[in-house]
């Protein structure tokens, strides 16, 4: 994942390695976080502890940021989370110690939104002394802050009583110019409003429509290899498309997109619904049927040749994601039942993370994780029907239960319903 900073930033010029790096005004600083072992809170909820010892910390959570430091990552950004039940926000150890010191990071230390104020449970609880904590650890620079005034005069007056000595103070100013100056933002501080018709154009749609082609994983394909459902054939008599996610592009977005937890429905941004990417790839006499939660007599009635289901969750953010049971949202099961259990289907999962599938399988002649496609539905339709092939492999084991979670490949009970690193692969038509 860190090869994103380059393409953010540029290329670092030779023999710079570790040192922050922006190649002008039409890149951008780029930000590695949250430092560090968010991915490994317990039950993987938001913001919680992570309990792990030296070797699992350095192997596992912080390979990725000695890359990103060897990139010349401008800003790494501190987690909520706690680390053997030291708030991340706290700990100097990690902070000053490893990143600064060891790793000889030379960017900006930068905390997350309220950090500091969630140092102390509840929030802002004692706020002097989460300052203290926050800026003596190492954070250069805040971001957010309940009460703004009080964090300025809070700061000033520990920097003044010498709790908090001038030279960390020197140290987030020195940071925090160093970026500022490689960015040249003394010289050109305004974003260039002439990049803005780059947003959202057709090239870069393009190239996010690629990203949906070969992200998408193929997880069963028919009974057997002699027996596939996909590639759908473009031209057949009826076809019934169906499903809570088969019209709506703020679910095909997920969360973080135009608001914090998401949007539904398709005035949020323009974009192509995978419907509407169905509607622009069969044969002009194939007829669509679009029916988002047709009962078994519509099903049995209806003569389709087959139904493309797609259903999955709904959009979220951070805690508002946690969730211990990981099931598609209703009516999505339903729609299964009644519509797999008549017609030959291929069910399309579009969310965040592996989903409970069973008991609905036996009952699906083709699966497809989809991820969160975005905007651009187009590329599902691409794969579907054959114009390409499918190539994406699971970047995470697919579990039967959710009583089997946490589940690692080489753990000795690894029993998933996919494993790490399947996908079946087909060829374009």
């Known amino acids: 994942m860190t090869e994103i900073i380059p393409g953010l930033q540029g290329d670092l010029p030779t023999g710079q390695n570790g040192v922050p790096f922006v190649a002008g005004k039409t890149r951008v600083a780029a930000c590695a976080k949250h430092f560090v072992g968010d991915g490994g809170t317990l039950r993987g909820m938001n913001a919680n502890n992570t309990v792990v010892n030296t070797n699992g910390l350095l192997g596992i959570h912080m390979p990725a940021y000695y890359d990103a430091i060897n990139k010349g990552v401008a800003t790494i950004m501190v987690s909520y989370s706690s680390l053997n039940g030291l708030k991340m926000h706290a700990n100097k150890k990690l902070l000053t110690g490893f990143l600064k010191n060891k790793l000889k990071f030379k960017g900006i ?118 027996t596939p459902l996909l590639p759908l ?63 078994t007599n519509f099903v049995k009635s209806g003569e389709f040749d087959y139904a493309i289901v797609v259903i999955g969750e709904t959009p979220y953010a951070e805690g508002d994601g946690d969730n211990a049971n990981l099931t598609i949202a209703e009516p999505g099961p339903s729609t299964i039942v009644n519509v797999c259990g008549s017609v030959k289907c291929v069910v399309v999962v579009v969310s965040g993370r592996p989903v409970v599938m069973e008991p609905y399988i036996s009952n699906i002649d083709a699966l497809v994780a989809a991820w969160l496609p975005g905007t651009e539905g187009q590329g599902v339709a691409d794969v579907l029907f054959g114009d390409y092939g499918f190539t994406g492999k699971l970047a995470r084991t697919w579990f039967k239960t959710v009583d089997q979670l946490p589940m690692n490949v080489g753990d000795p009970s690894y029993d998933p319903l996919y494993p790490f690193g399947f996908g079946l692969v087909i060829k374009p038509k």
Request: aromatic residues 4%.
């Open 109 to 226: 230390v930068i905390s997350d939104y309220l950090g500091v104020d969630q140092i102390t449970t509840p929030l802002h609880a004692n706020y002097s002394h989460s300052i203290y904590a926050g800026i003596t650890a190492g954070l250069d620079m805040i971001m957010g802050s309940s009460n703004l005034t009080e964090l300025i005069d809070e700061l000033t007056s520990q920097v003044k009583r010498n709790l908090i000595p001038m030279s960390r103070i020197d140290d987030a100013v020195t940071r925090i110019l160093r970026v500022k100056f490689t960015m040249g933002l003394f010289e050109n501080p305004m974003a260039d409003n002439s990049l803005a018709n780059q947003l959202g154009s057709k090239e870069h749609r393009e190239l996010a429509r690629e990203a949906v082609r070969k992200s998408l994983v193929l997880l069963k394909n028919g009974e057997n290899a002699d």
């Open 233 to 295: 054939p473009k031209k057949t008599n009826k076809i019934l498309v169906t499903g809570t996610h088969s019209d709506n592009l703020g679910y095909q977005c997920g969360g973080w997109t135009i608001t914090w937890q998401g949007l539904k429905g398709n005035n949020l941004t323009i974009g192509t619904t995978i419907l509407a990417a169905v509607n622009n790839t069969v044969d002009p006499t194939t007829k669509i049927v679009y029916n988002q939660n047709p009962d």
